[in-house]
Nanobody, 122 residues
């Protein structure tokens, strides 16, 4: 059974940093590209970042470039999302997903975690 478990969310003040983690099990992690998406209240889920299976290629939404960094540790079956200079508009539930090929398109992800809430206060 495939499981993706996000952690690291919480309530933080604007300007601070946060690192989200997504621990995977039940799948050949090093063969999957991984991605982060987020969904704010009343909005659709949107792409944030993705990383290839090797970690050699990374992609970011324009809205987060320069503040978000995605990385992975295949030995730990974990993908990370480092967030700097948090803004109130970053408030959302953050989800990680696993896909065969690196992509920004949600429907192309095969597996999803349950999400972790990030709330940024001004």
């Amino acid at each position: 059974q495939v499981q993706l478990v996000e952690s690291g969310g919480g309530l933080v003040q604007a300007g601070n940093s946060l690192r989200l983690s997504c621990a995977a099990s039940g799948l050949p992690f090093s063969r999957y590209a991984m991605g982060w998406f987020r969904q704010a209240p009343g909005k659709e889920r949107e792409f944030v970042s993705a990383i290839s299976w090797s970690g050699g290629s990374t992609f970011y939404a324009d809205s987060v470039k320069g503040r978000f960094t995605i990385s992975r540790d295949n030995a730990k079956n974990t993908v990370y999302l480092q967030i700097h200079a948090l803004k109130p508009e970053d408030t959302a539930v953050y989800y990680c997903g696993a896909a065969i090929l690196v992509t920004s398109k949600g429907p192309e992800y095969d597996y999803w975690g349950q999400g972790t809430q990030v709330t940024v206060s001004s």
